[in-house]
């Protein structure tokens, strides 16, 4: 499964409103896609609660991983966007 390191942009971190909008972009998407901090297993990013879970602050490296590239680009992109300015 392809994968790549993003930084987290949100203000406060992978948290309730970040962890939504990730976890619904996943469903709308239909890809597998996991996120991970720094080696511990990763989670569901179809799953706001599991997101949550990671403890990702603002400035975390998770690692993005998805089955197809263009659900990878996509959900990078939201955990490096600081999704509570929107």
């Avoid at 203000?11 to 996991?34: C, D, F, M």
């Avoid at 609660?49 to 197809?68: C, H, N, P, W, Y």
């Amino acid at each position: 499964m392809p994968s790549t390191i993003v930084t987290v942009g949100s203000a406060v971190g992978l948290h309730a409103r970040p962890a939504t909008i990730i976890a619904e972009a996943v469903t709308e998407l239909g890809s597998t896609v996991t996120l991970a901090v720094d080696g511990e297993e990763p989670v569901d990013a179809g799953s706001a609660l599991l997101i949550m879970t990671l403890g990702a602050e603002k400035g975390t490296q998770v690692t993005v991983s998805a089955d197809d590239d263009a659900a990878l680009a996509k959900i990078a992109e939201l955990v490096a966007a600081d999704l509570d300015a929107e």
